[in-house]
Each structure stands twice: as structure tokens, then as C-alpha cells.
């Protein structure tokens, strides 16, 4: 994930997510009323100024300011983020209050413009440039709730035992290992439902409160909700029309997936999983059933096969976060892109400090002076670490290719391309082909059955996401629209949940629950459907770099690593930034203006036929019978 950049567009963030736990989020979609005055004035009042080189003027002025006001903020909000203190929270929120007036202000200043007539690049600028907020008052309780959710989130731990037997365990690193690792039943249960009473159970006050304030601060910018202005983002009217359509292409995949795996849990768990009804959430790997990732050695079709996690070769290899991170590098600049800036190691935080708090969720940040930039995360040597790492530079190349745009379009085309161009360099990583080139597979077979685990592993983080991000939108545009009653609000999210991604609480729910801010993303205000759209995106860019890297053959067995002609073809579209219409970007890139399902279904072809062969084989229909057990 991304420390986002300054979303300065008045239908989108005003301050991108910074990967940080609280303040981080009034940030991400606000812009406040002034605090305190900057002491910065951009140019004297106009009422209705027509003259275009003025609203040029203007727009130079403001993006030289605010950039060097959300430099001061990032370092900030770094600090905190990398030193949990009471006073490193207050300089960040007070570097971000400093920000957000200055932006206030520059919103009034830009909304003097008649823009009519001013060319395209000027409009849309201008239109980028902050937000209205609401009272002093209001903006401060928005922030105040923020960040008691995040500090909720933050240092939650779940207990059990008594006096001296008694441990706590927080998210990072033990319940997360817990739940990847474990096959006792029970034990997977106690976390799970104790997160959610730790977590969920503490914040459902604050974020009943959060969304009448979200949704009334987005109705004076002028949307119906606040899920209208997070798909506002898109810039197309029939996005969620569009998003629903596209999963309604990949159920059937996701459908025989569901089922195989089902089959499999059973195998291990026994009648706790039901073969005709939806899957229990504690078992699905993590805490949230978000990624089916660890659960790849219960369900692996050719458990004969030669292992596809390369974290003993890391281990043997005495690879260290350091090395890790090189071997990233050094598959961007194969691809003849941008190297890593001699301070981004000096100034990252790679591994967890001893000595102090910090949050371990890995973030990529810009810090908008166009040299700084740093990836926060609690590195380990293994797989999974590995690919994360290539990740997070996905999003830091794309920061220093757009570097030299305004602020204002120092953005990905939308969110979705962002963890697109980090999740696919991830997956081309992840290929064996890949992992033989630079050492860490002994033996490259290319055997029918090792292509299956290959595809089965790479479904496990990608396909099992769809119907899940999909979900935690769904239901927050329902709830923000006030589709229900907030006393339905946690049945109607399991509802939402059981009908569409096949997943159910394991124990009843209480009035008292409120499950979907146990995650990271809601509790702190990131969207989630950028994940949806970035999985889709994935697969389309990786099927124009394959072709222009002059790869043959099946798209799931494609590496364009050392391909320059690919690494141009990519920096083509990352240069622009925001400055175009995401549609644009993607015809830059692709040749084609709309997402498809198109090149996910042709990857996953070859797996899709052998589920299909499979369930039907054990008689496991894909689809499930809507479980009783609700609220």
C-alpha cells in the first residue's frame, strides 16, 4: 500500500492516506477550515475572473506553497508513524492543520475562476484544488474520531489466561502469525472473535459518528453521500454499474475457486465447514479472510511438486531486508526505469526498531520535493516480504515518474493503477521463471501440474480478493446512502457478505458488533474498491508489457524482467500522472479506455478448466446455501 500522494482533487482526498494510523484519515478526504492562517496569499479577491493567465499565475503560486506545506506534513506525519509518541502526533497534527488552512484558503481563490473558457489542462487543475469543509468544530470532532479509531486499531491485543499465564497478543506480528500458521479451529476462533471485540466493538460508537460527519461534509461539496464523492474519484458516472458488471464476469472463476477450496477446508477442518454453504471467515488464512495466501499448502492440487515459496532459499541465501530491497531495484531498472535516490536508504524504516512504536503496515511515501522518497515496513526474510517489497516500488517508481508534474497531478491515474503497477510487478516476480533466473529456484519444471500450483498460488492473492474488496465498498456506499438503518448496519454487512463472496461469521453476532472496521482500510478511512480495480488492471497491463517485451506463449507464464521496451511502454503512462482521465491513461498504456475481464480469465483459463474438472469430479457445486446463523 501506499502513502498516497496529496489528493488535492474536490471530489477526491485532500490528503492522501499516509499509511499512517489517524490523523492521516480527516486527511484523506478533507480539506478544514482554517485552524490558523498560513500567513500565505495567493493573489488578491476576483469575482468571477475570466483571465486564464491569472488563474496560470494562481495555480503556479499554489502548487510551489502547498507542495513545500505537505513536504512539512509528510516528515511530520513520517515521525509518527515511525515513533508513535503523544508529542510526534501533535506536530503532525499541527504541520496538517497548517496544510489544510493554506488549502482552504487556495479553494476559495480557485472557486473565484470562470473557467469556462480556459483550456483543458487549466480546468482541471483548478478543479483539483481543494475542498469546503465544515465548522471548526465539526472538522476537529472528525478528526478527534479518526484518530481514537486508529489508535483503537493500532494498539488493540487480544488476551487470554489468567495472572502469570496470562499473554496479550497485538495484530503485528503475533495474532497475523497466528492466523496464517494455525489449524487448530479453536484457537483461530478466539482471535477472531476477540479482535472483533476488542476492535470492532470500541470503535462502532465513533464510527457511527464518522459517517454522519463524512456524509455531511461530502453533501456540502456537493455530493449526494460520501460513497458518491469516493466514486466521484473514477470520473464515470457509471461506476459502480461498471464494477458490479465486471464481477458479475469473474464470478463463475471465483465461484469454482470457492468450491475447491471449501473441499479442501474440509478436508482439514472436518464438518465445522459446510460442502453446500458458505466458508467460515476464521479459517480462510488471515484475520478478515481478505487473502487466501496462506492457506496454499491446504489446498496446493500437486502437493509433490517442488514448493513454490522461495523463503528457505532467502534464509540459505542469507538474504537480509537490505538485500531484499536491492533485488527489487534492481528489477526496475532491468526494465530501464528510475533507480532508487542514494537517501531512500538512509531515510526508510526496512525493519522494526527495537526501541520504540511504530506502525509495521507497509507504506510507500512521497514527500513531494521531488528527491525524498521512503517505504515504512516491519521487513522479515520471507516469500511473502519478498513480494511486498517489489510492491511498495511499484508505487515509489511511479512517484519519480511523475515527479516533475504540479502537485496537483502527482497522483496515479486513479487509485487502482497505483496498486496495479506495484501488484503486478509483484506477480511477474512470483513467476517460476522468474524466481529460477535470479537464483532462488534451483530447478525451473514446466510441467502441466507445477503450471497449476503456479496459478492456483497467484488466484489465492488475487481472485479470492475480488468479491471481498468488492464487498467493503458495497456495503459502505449502501450504509453512507442510508440503504438501512444503522441498527441493521452489521447484519446487512453479512448479509452483503454471505450473498456475495460466500463467506459467514463463524459465531452470532451481537448488537453490540459492528465487523467491518476490524479491518485496517475502513477503520481508517481507505476505500477498498481501488484493490477491485487494481486486480483487474493488473492482468491488462501485464498483457501489453508481455507483448511489447516480444513474450510468446501463455500470459500466465510471461516475465518481462530486462525487457526496455516493456519499462518504456510503462514509464510512457506513468509520467502522465493524473493529468489525464484514467481512460486515457489506460489507452496510453493499453490501447483500450475501459477495464475488462478480458485478460484475468485468459490467465487463469488453464486453472479455471481443472476446477471445473474437480468439483465436478466431488460432486461440490460451485455456490452456496445462504447460512441461518445471522444476527
Not at 532467502?314 to 542514494?342: C, W
Not at 477498498?528 to 480495480?533: A, H, V
Request: with cysteine; glycine share 6%.
Amino acid at each position: 500500500m501506499r502513502q498516497e500522494p496529496l489528493s488535492l482533487a474536490s471530489g477526491g482526498r485532500s490528503i492522501r492516506e499516509m499509511g499512517t494510523i489517524w490523523i492521516l484519515l480527516i486527511l484523506l478526504h478533507i480539506t478544514v477550515v482554517p485552524f490558523a492562517s498560513s500567513g500565505v496569499s495567493l493573489r488578491p479577491r476576483l469575482v468571477e475572473n475570466d483571465n486564464e493567465e491569472d488563474a496560470k499565475l494562481f495555480l503556479e503560486k499554489y502548487n510551489k506553497e502547498y507542495g513545500r506545506l505537505a513536504n512539512l506534513y509528510v516528515l511530520a506525519d513520517w515521525d509518527y508513524n515511525t515513533n508513535l509518541t503523544d508529542e510526534n502526533a501533535e506536530k503532525s497534527t499541527a504541520a496538517y492543520l497548517a496544510l489544510a488552512a493554506y488549502n482552504d484558503e487556495a479553494f476559495k481563490e480557485a472557486d473565484e475562476f470562470d473557467s469556462s473558457g480556459f483550456s483543458f489542462d487549466t480546468k482541471r487543475q483548478l478543479s483539483k484544488v481543494g475542498s469546503k469543509g465544515l465548522s471548526d468544530e465539526e472538522m476537529k470532532k472528525l478528526s478527534e474520531i479518526i484518530s481514537q479509531m486508529g489508535s483503537i486499531y493500532g494498539q488493540a491485543k487480544v488476551c487470554r489466561g489468567e495472572g502469570e499465564d496470562k499473554e496479550c497478543l497485538p495484530l503485528e506480528p503475533d495474532l497475523t502469525k497466528l492466523m496464517a500458521e494455525s489449524v487448530d479451529e479453536s484457537e483461530r476462533l478466539w482471535a477472531w472473535e476477540g479482535w472483533r471485540e476488542v476492535v470492532g466493538r470500541q470503535i462502532k460508537p465513533l464510527y457511527m459518528e464518522y459517517a454522519e460527519l463524512k456524509n455531511k461534509l461530502a453533501k456540502v461539496n456537493g455530493y449526494d453521500d460520501y460513497g458518491d464523492q469516493l466514486r466521484k474519484k473514477y470520473e464515470t458516472e457509471t461506476f459502480e454499474t461498471d464494477i458490479a458488471e465486471l464481477y458479475k464476469e469473474l464470478e463463475p472463476l471465483y465461484k469454482e475457486l470457492h468450491a475447491y477450496v471449501r473441499r479442501k477446508l474440509y478436508n482439514v477442518y472436518g464438518e465445522v465447514v459446510d460442502l453446500k454453504g458458505p466458508l467460515p471467515q476464521h479459517l480462510l488464512g488471515d484475520m478478515w479472510g481478505r487473502f487466501w495466501t496462506n492457506l496454499y499448502f491446504h489446498v496446493v492440487p500437486f502437493p509433490d511438486r517442488p514448493p513454490l515459496d522461495v523463503t528457505k532459499a532467502l534464509v540459505d541465501q542469507k538474504y537480509n531486508a537490505t538485500r531484499m530491497f536491492r533485488t527489487g531495484e534492481e528489477f526496475y531498472t532491468s526494465l530501464g526505469l528510475i533507480p532508487l535516490p542514494d537517501t531512500f536508504f538512509n531515510l526508510s524504516m526496512i525493519e522494526k526498531p527495537n526501541d520504540r512504536e511504530v506502525l509495521c503496515h507497509a507504506t510507500a511515501w512521497d514527500f513531494f520535493d521531488g528527491k525524498d522518497y521512503r517505504i515504512k515496513m516491519c521487513t522479515s526474510v520471507n516469500f511473502l516480504d519478498f513480494l511486498t517489497i517489489h510492491h511498495e516500488l511499484g508505487h515509489v517508481q511511479y512517484f519519480m515518474q511523475y515527479a516533475d508534474k504540479p502537485i496537483l497531478y502527482r497522483d496515479g491515474a486513479n487509485d487502482g493503477f497505483h496498486e496495479a503497477v506495484g501488484e503486478l510487478m509483484s506477480m511477474c516476480v512470483s513467476t517460476p521463471k522468474h524466481l529460477y533466473a535470479i537464483g532462488l529456484l534451483e530447478e525451473l519444471l514446466e510441467d502441466k501440474e507445477s503450471e497449476l500450483n503456479y496459478l492456483l498460488s497467484v488466484a489465492l492473492k488475487t481472485v479470492s480478493t475480488l468479491p471481498f474488496h468488492y464487498v467493503m465498498d458495497l456495503w459502505r456506499w449502501k450504509a453512507f446512502r442510508n440503504e438501512f438503518p444503522e441498527v441493521e448496519w452489521n447484519s446487512k454487512f453479512w448479509e452483503i457478505t454471505q450473498d456475495i463472496v460466500g463467506v459467514n461469521h463463524p459465531v452470532p453476532r451481537t448488537p453490540e458488533d459492528l465487523d467491518a472496521p476490524t479491518i485496517f482500510h475502513v477503520a481508517l478511512d481507505y476505500d477498498m474498491i481501488r484493490y477491485f480495480t487494481r486486480t483487474i488492471l493488473q492482468f491488462q497491463f501485464a498483457e501489453t508489457l508481455c507483448s511489447a517485451a516480444g513474450q510468446e506463449g501463455p500470459l500466465n507464464q510471461c516475465d518481462f524482467y530486462g525487457s526496455k521496451p516493456a519499462g518504456d511502454k510503462l514509464a510512457e503512462m506513468l509520467k502522465m500522472g493524473s493529468s489525464k482521465p484514467w481512460p486515457e491513461a489506460l489507452k496510453a498504456l493499453t490501447g483500450e479506455s475501459l477495464m475488462s475481464a478480458r485478460a484475468i480469465r485468459s490467465y487463469f483459463e488453464p486453472l479455471e478448466n481443472y476446477l471445473r474438472v474437480i468439483n465436478w469430479f466431488n460432486n461440490d457445486t460451485p455456490g452456496w446455501t445462504k447460512s441461518n446463523t445471522m444476527i
